[in-house]
């Protein structure tokens, strides 16, 4: 799936200069979707938080009882080595995945302790525009309980669902998807964790079980209250959002993204999201 340009690929205990084929037909996460990944990110010279996004790789790969096979701290070695491969400009997206190759009971569930199929790829994306935004629609598509699906993983199994947000959203005239829960509150965006900003104070759905709690969202708010902002981890309506002075979405692939307009309600990029900016970017800097 190459989104990007200058693809690199370990596999097999080595790196490779192209975006190899890495799976057979066979293959329970060929045709199971036992697949888990995760995504870090080099910019700036920087590699923010890669030790928790390694070491999610692995916490997701549980999840969907798949055996990890290589630890966290191995995991940056392997990826430092690779990106001495770019220039030290380049902004690159880090993708560790996992999958099982071997099925066990009933060739559903993944063996035990059995194969593991292990791959990274890098490839050189560059990062959003100092001016860039999105926009945000609802959709009738909902987030998932824990009974339902793997929502404690980072899983492929759950993008499907995504896809169907985001094509509803383009079809709308819109760049993203603002979406609910069970109960009908705003958990996240299609592709990302939400915040919002009201008379100074930061507002974000509190994590409840139906979506990926992020590593680059646990950093705002880390940074955020160091700061001194109020940050409330709360349940939230789709009015809240209407009401805000400010919104943007927090993700891996571009740490911090500005809203412009939620359906008919508009925003302008406020102090907030650029402070967010700026600090998650000093931050990384000092760490």
Not at 33 to 58: E, M
Not at 156 to 166: E, G, H, I, K
Not at 202 to 229: E, K, M, Q, W, Y
Request: glycine fraction near 6%; charge should be negative; include cysteine.
């Amino acid at each position: 799936m190459p989104t990007g340009t200058n693809i690199k690929t370990y596999f097999n205990g080595t790196w490779h200069d192209a975006d190899i084929a890495v799976m057979n037909a066979a293959d329970h996460g060929m045709w199971l979707g036992s697949n888990v990944f995760d995504g870090a990110r080099l910019a700036h010279g920087l590699t923010p938080d890669l030790d928790k996004h390694c070491a999610r790789v692995n916490a997701s790969a549980r999840a969907l009882m798949v055996t990890p096979t290589v630890t966290a701290e191995e995991m940056v070695e392997i990826v430092r080595e690779g990106l001495k491969m770019y220039p030290k400009d380049a902004a690159v997206y880090i993708r560790p995945m996992y999958w099982a190759i071997d099925g066990g009971m009933a060739a559903i569930v993944p063996k035990d302790d059995s194969r593991t199929g292990f791959a990274i790829s890098l490839e050189e994306i560059p990062m959003a525009a100092p001016d860039a935004s999105a926009t945000l629609t609802r959709t009738r598509f909902r987030r998932p309980v824990l009974e339902d699906a793997v929502v404690n993983a980072k899983a492929a199994c759950l993008y499907p669902n995504n896809a169907r947000m985001l094509a509803e959203a383009r079809d709308r005239g819109f760049t993203n998807a603002l979406v609910a829960d069970a109960l009908g509150n705003v958990a996240e965006a299609a592709t990302a964790n939400v915040f919002a900003v009201k008379d100074g104070e930061v507002f974000t759905p509190v994590p409840n079980g139906t979506f990926l709690s992020g590593i680059t969202r646990a950093r705002h708010i880390a940074n955020l209250r160091a700061d001194g902002v109020t940050v409330h981890e709360t349940v939230m309506s789709f009015d809240d959002f209407h009401d805000a002075d400010e919104v943007f979405l927090s993700g891996n692939m571009m740490k911090v993204t500005p809203i412009t307009a939620f359906d008919d309600t508009s925003y302008q990029v406020g102090p907030v999201t650029r402070r967010v900016r700026d600090m998650y970017w000093d931050w990384a800097a000092s760490a």
